[in-house]
């Protein structure tokens, strides 16, 4: 485990976090957060409000695809700093989507990166949301002498908490900026320049 690994984990997490935060402050919705979209469709079918149903579907396949569509490039080797310049790219022109919609870009964006980075320091972990990080990092606690299990305590606690200081930064960078998407879209190019040093 390596400190750039720890550096990693906490800029990827830190642009799920802010997005997050930010879409959720504007649009009572998630971008990272499929969990919480699918309740949040649940709760529209109940009360027969069509429209936000049809919102959170589209947040979700927007996600889905974006999944698809990126593993697909990986496969063909494309290497996983050009899906993490199209994230910041899509994060950046959310920003000047004036309708809600805007919100399944920014949720497509995210989808991108969490398939074109889904391992660090060989922990699998999720930059986007952060319930199963949370559960393997139950299971770490475990057997924390296990140099494998030392490795995701690391990389697991450090995404749960630069998730929570993205989310802090996504809700500050709403009250101070004019077009606060440009914050996770930023972080995104650096996340990208970062990954194309590893190469």
Partial sequence: ??????????????????????AYLRYDTFVGAMTGNTVLLGIDLSQWHLGDAYFHIGIIAAFFAAIILTRSALRSEIPPTIPLLVTAAMLAAAEFITSRWSAAVVAAALGMQNAAVHTI?????NTVFITGNLMQLGSSVQSPSVPQHRDALAVLTASW????????????????IGHPMLVPAGLAVVAAIAEASRR
Avoid: E, F, K, W
């Fill in 121 to 125: 320091a060989g922990v699998p972990v």
């Fill in 1 to 22: 485990m390596q400190a750039r690994d720890i550096a990693r984990t906490m800029l990827l997490c830190a642009i799920g976090g802010s997005a997050d935060a930010i």
């Fill in 161 to 176: 908490i630069a998730y929570a200081m993205g989310a802090l930064l996504g809700a500050v960078a709403l009250h101070l």
